[in-house]
């Protein structure tokens, strides 16, 4: 579910409800995840959006590479 959210977010930042919708959870489980990745800096929300930080760029990449190679 993470990687989900961090993928999404590789394509740009968006709104909450837009993340929620495109990440297909549960909104209360939703906003554990998000609250998840903001605790460990790999992603923002700033001006009513949810964006990657640098950081958290570094790892989406790295887990669209993991799942190129492995798929």
């Known amino acids: 579910m993470i990687a989900r959210i961090l993928l999404a977010l590789l394509q ?3 709104g909450r409800t837009q993340l929620y919708m495109r990440t297909r959870l549960n909104y209360p489980r939703f ?3 998000l609250e998840f990745l903001k ?3 790999l992603v923002v929300e700033r001006d009513g ?3 990657l930080t640098e950081r ?3 790892v989406a990449k790295a887990l669209e ?3 190129d190679e492995l798929l």
Do not use: I, K, T, W
Request: aromatic share 6%; glycine share 12%; charged share 35%.
């Open 65 to 67: 590479r993991a799942l």
């Open 31 to 33: 906003l554990e995840y």
């Open 12 to 14: 740009g930042p968006m």
């Open 56 to 58: 958290g760029h570094e």
């Open 39 to 41: 605790q460990r800096e």
């Open 49 to 51: 959006s949810v964006r």
